[in-house]
């Protein structure tokens, strides 16, 4: 060989680099994938926290076949999709899912949305929270079941800026808290729509709406809980709760409360029973009915507060 022709040999063998993956639309989980792919239809990888750094802004995650796909950080605008299959996130002494994108360049401006994904907190460890977001321009949950979530929250919004969150076909068991929203900061705000979302035998409240938090809840039921629904606001920043079509009962301190001058909760067609209190209106709080409610068999109640708010 000629010496031109091994240095060209030597030269090859410095530069070569091996190709590196590029953030693909679409990328693929598998139970028997391995992070070391390209997550590709045919290479899928084992983890969404694998398949996520792999994956393109708006791009989408989807699961191949059933498998535990791990806890995941999300910074950017995603799709995680599993419908059709067990998708399933195993969360012992972590979160499940964190919303997060204050550290990019553009905070408060991704939009996430998670569709049939299971999340468990069962384990050694408690777990913390299902999904946590404290920085996003919105999330929305559709077929998603969460549960054992001891050390805090089924599902935490505690955005700095405003934020958006859509929940459907949602449950939310077994754990402390089901649902807060908690809005945090001088900027921080949410508006949530509920639709048949589940929250059930959880240790604390179903559903917590802070200071700067609207909540429109629809076809939904709240029980086993202490607390049912509980809006609480106490300072300026109102906490505002729509409830139609929905069903509260069984919950072992109140059903319903609305506690503090800016608490304001409305309440429509909706069953409120077996709950110790049914209704529980503390310290200016509002709570309004449309005339259209059972509320019956709770141990006790306070009264809506009048008068009534006409059908239109």
């Known amino acids: 060989m000629s010496n031109f022709l091994k240095f060209l040999v030597a030269f090859a063998f410095i530069t070569y680099a091996a190709p590196s993956f590029g953030q693909a639309t679409r990328t693929w989980v598998s139970g028997v994938g391995d992070d070391a792919n390209p997550c590709s239809r045919t290479a899928p990888c084992k983890t969404f926290a694998g398949a996520i750094s792999k994956t393109a802004n708006n791009g989408e995650i989807n699961c191949l076949d059933p498998g535990g796909f791990g806890a995941v950080t999300i910074t950017k605008s995603i799709t995680i999709d599993c419908t059709g299959t067990l998708g399933s996130i195993l969360n012992s002494g972590t979160n ?18 998670l569709r049939g994904i ?73 508006f949530a729509i509920l639709k048949n979302v589940r929250v059930q035998n959880n240790s604390n409240t179903g559903l917590l709406v802070s ?56 309440v429509g067609n909706s069953v409120i029973t077996a709950n110790q209190n049914g209704l529980s209106v503390t310290n200016g709080g509002i709570m309004n009915t449309y005339g259209t409610n059972k509320l019956d068999g709770n141990q006790v109640t306070d009264p809506f507060t009048t008068p009534a708010i006409p059908q239109q």
């Open 96 to 113: 499940g899912v964190n919303v997060n994108d204050s550290a990019t360049a553009t905070p408060g401006t991704i939009e996430v949305l």
């Open 118 to 190: 299971t999340i468990d907190g069962g384990g050694s460890l408690a777990g913390l929270n299902g999904i946590r977001m404290t920085s996003g321009r919105s999330l929305v949950l559709q077929d998603v079941f969460i549960q054992n979530q001891n050390g805090s929250n089924g599902i935490s919004i505690e955005t700095t800026g405003a934020s958006e969150f859509y929940a459907e076909n949602v449950t939310v068991t077994d754990g402390a808290f089901g649902i807060q929203l908690q809005p945090s900061g001088v900027s921080g705000s949410v």
């Open 211 to 266: 200071p700067k938090a609207t909540a429109v809840v629809d076809k939904s039921s709240f029980s086993g809980n202490v607390n049912g629904i509980f809006a609480n606001a106490t300072g300026a920043n109102a906490a505002v709760v729509m409830v139609s079509d929905s069903v509260v009962a069984g919950n072992s301190t109140a059903g319903i409360r609305s506690n503090g001058a800016s608490a304001r909760v409305r």
